[in-house]
């Protein structure tokens, strides 16, 4: 069973940054692609970022030159994805989930989500 534990979430004033943390265990034959969702109160879940095995990223326009995510990548490393969130918006309060894509082993598919994190912009 794959597993994800993210980290990280807080309050913050306008303005600041906070880095979360996600970290994959389990049986992963191969990761496709890692990705950060949030979803704000009354709103639908919506993709923050995403990053593929080959290192490609894509982002929301709302966070763009705001939010950087990566990817730990090292043998002796958990598969780890990070979003370092910069100049932070009351707009930007949701709960931030994380996303795995990939393979537990050849022939099977696996789509894991973590429990969330909340992050909290004060005006």
């Known amino acids: 069973q794959v597993q994800l534990v993210e980290s990280g979430g807080g309050l913050v004033q306008a303005g600041g940054s906070l880095r979360l943390s996600c970290a994959a265990s389990?049986?992963?034959?191969?990761?496709?692609?890692m990705a950060w969702y949030r979803q704000a109160p009354g709103k639908q879940r919506e993709l923050v970022a995403s990053i593929t095995s080959g290192g490609s990223t894509n982002y929301a326009d709302p966070v763009k030159g705001r939010f950087a995510i990566s990817r730990d990548n090292a043998k002796n490393a958990k598969n780890t994805v990070y979003l370092q969130m910069n100049s932070l918006k009351p707009e930007d309060t949701a709960v931030y989930y994380c996303?795995?894509?990939?393979?537990?082993?050849?022939?099977?598919?696996?789509?894991?989500w973590g429990q969330g994190t909340q992050v909290t912009v004060s005006s």
């Open positions: 996303n795995l894509n990939g393979r537990r082993n050849p022939a099977s598919r696996i789509d894991v």
């Open positions: 389990g049986n992963i034959y191969v990761i496709n692609c």
